[in-house]
């Protein structure tokens, strides 16, 4: 418990949501709140936008930003916040997905008028696999949104969680007056385009109070009256366990943009959301923070932007004991010990290279090759992290070497890419067939660039009409006969995991009906 006051102070989390529903928005609030940054308009935006570039040249702008954006650090109110960025591309989700592994907690940012998108589904259900607290941010609500209470029926119902609203917004779009606190009974009231100030907080201790109807006029007063009563039977006060069970999430109105509600969000965050979290592993037990000795995984790499160097950045989650600069770390992976002599961290958004990071920290750790994503550092134990799955891929093709000289290069860069992360490769099993699974079209034109740009190889991709790539356990001798029959059709993964690409979901279906004693998962752990 050497640590325990570093431990806790602090809070990593993640802000998620669907492209164009705001996360850039709250994020520049937030790193305002926290002093990190002094003007709006100072977080780019990690999107690839369409237009004018082509879009590798795109990728490779966003690849720069994403460097700068990966973790952003700050303090607010002696809370020590760890805040990571995920893509926005819904192409790059599953870099987004392990970033999520690598969290304690996220807010998930909702757009008043669209309500759950695409996006938002997918990335609830990873953090449903985790039991990840949600605090759910209702945005735009300067805009003609859907009606709060549709919303919230909305949400539970397509994401599957139980919501617990603490604010509670008086009409939205131009009549938009403002949130009612729940919890600290205030009322907040909302001026387009001004920046939120604590004067125009008016504390309303009864709601019966004829203050409210001068301040909001007397029909927004009655409907507000009457919400909170619907409300405050239906929910009753808010159970933090709940949420730190990842069981109901807290929802909060507001406007990113207006910099309104983004305060009370951020005060409940540093008081509700969880400090440093226990990590599941290979052996029985967890290690919790507060053990004393080193651990942490690599959660996401990033190649240098820059050909001619081919060091990397791997992000290392600290989960227990210290991290220390020039201290020799066990790979377990490689079962070799490695040493950092230029470790940095975020703070402020400029890269220092620092002596120590603790619990919920994310160091940036220069590499020449020796990471994998997933890989597990200790200080001498041989344990590994789980929780870091691949999920089948959406669009697989088959790798084509253009230049048969280039093979080596080819094997090297297929090797290092999907190291990072970047894409899935298949090899097919007994056979040299190499096939790269995806989740987006844009991810193919990342690697064909790359191969050519850092490791001078040319290829072209064959698409091929696979539905999913299902990994496959049970019984030896019936996985052996599988694997016989099924050659064409069964692939390994990048640690030699056999997996079989079914062509449609029916094929699946037939083969799980004709093989009971063998498994198929969607993701590779199980
Ligand atoms: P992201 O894709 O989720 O990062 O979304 P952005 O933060 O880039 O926001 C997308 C667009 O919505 C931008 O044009 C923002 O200015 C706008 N936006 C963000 N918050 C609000 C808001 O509260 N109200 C309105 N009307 N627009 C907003």
Redesign the pocket.
């Known amino acids: 418990m050497k640590y325990i006051n570093e431990i806790n102070r602090r809070k990593t989390f993640a802000i998620i949501?669907?492209?164009?529903?705001?996360?850039?928005?709250?994020t520049e609030k937030f790193l305002l709140f926290g002093g990190a940054i002094q003007v709006a308009g100072a977080v780019k935006?990690n999107?690839i936008k369409k237009g004018a570039t082509s879009d590798f040249m795109e990728i490779e702008r966003q690849r720069g930003i994403s460097v700068a954006t990966s973790v952003m650090t700050f303090e607010y109110k002696d809370t020590l916040i760890n805040l990571l960025d995920t893509p926005?591309h819904k192409d790059f989700a599953e870099d987004t997905y392990r970033t999520l592994t690598a969290v304690d907690s996220v807010i998930l940012?909702i757009d008043s008028v669209n309500g759950v998108e695409e996006q938002t589904k997918r990335l609830m259900e990873v953090c449903r696999m985790r039991d990840t607290p949600v605090i759910v941010f209702i945005?735009?609500?300067?805009?003609d949104g859907k009606f709060p209470f549709d919303l919230l029926d909305e949400i539970e119902k397509e994401l599957n969680i139980s919501l617990h609203p603490l604010t509670w917004p008086i009409n939205s779009g131009k009549e938009f007056k403002g949130v009612y606190n729940l919890y600290d009974k205030s009322l907040n009231l909302f001026t387009a385009g001004q920046k939120s100030t604590e004067e125009n907080s008016v504390p309303i201790h009864d709601l019966a109070e004829s203050l409210l109807d001068k301040t909001v006029g007397e029909r927004n007063a009655n409907q507000l009256r009457e919400d909170v009563e619907l409300i405050e039977g239906v929910y009753g006060e808010l159970d933090p366990e709940d949420y730190l069970q990842g069981i109901v999430a807290p929802v909060f109105f507001?406007?990113?943009?207006?910099n309104f509600g983004v305060k009370e969000m951020l005060d409940t965050f540093i008081r509700i959301a969880p400090t440093p979290e226990p990590r599941h592993t290979s052996i029985e037990t967890d290690i919790k923070p507060t053990d004393d000795k080193f651990s942490g995984f690599i959660f996401k790499i990033h190649a240098n932007l820059d050909p001619r160097h081919r060091d990397r950045i791997a992000f290392l989650r600290v989960c227990s004991g210290k991290f220390e600069r020039n201290k020799s770390y066990h790979h377990v992976r490689l079962d070799k010990d490695v040493r950092f002599n230029a470790p940095y961290s975020f703070m402020a958004r400029q890269k220092e290279v620092i002596d120590d990071a603790f619990p919920g920290d994310v160091v940036g750790l220069f590499d020449t090759g020796n990471f994998k994503i997933g890989d597990t550092l200790t200080e001498g134990e041989n344990f590994f992290f789980t929780g870091m799955p691949s999920f089948s891929p959406e669009i697989f093709k088959e790798v084509v070497n253009k230049d048969p000289m280039k093979t080596k290069q080819l094997e090297k860069g297929l090797r290092q890419l999907t190291d990072e992360g970047v894409a899935q490769l298949f090899t097919q099993h007994g056979g040299n067939r190499k096939i790269i699974g995806c989740v987006g079209d844009l991810q193919f034109e990342v690697i064909q660039y790359r191969l050519l740009q850092e490791y001078g190889a040319s290829v072209n991709f064959v698409p091929l009409a696979f539905y999913k790539a299902c990994w496959i356990t049970g019984d030896k001798k019936k996985v052996e006969d599988f694997v016989r029959f099924k050659q064409a059709n069964v692939m390994e993964d990048k640690d030699g995991n056999l997996v079989y690409l079914a062509q449609s979901e029916w094929f699946l279906n037939t083969e799980r009906q004709n093989n009971p004693d063998i498994q198929f998962h969607f993701t590779s752990e199980f």
């Open positions: 949501s669907h492209p164009d529903a705001g996360k850039t928005t709250l935006s999107k926005g940012v945005n735009k609500m300067d805009r507001g406007s990113a943009v207006n």
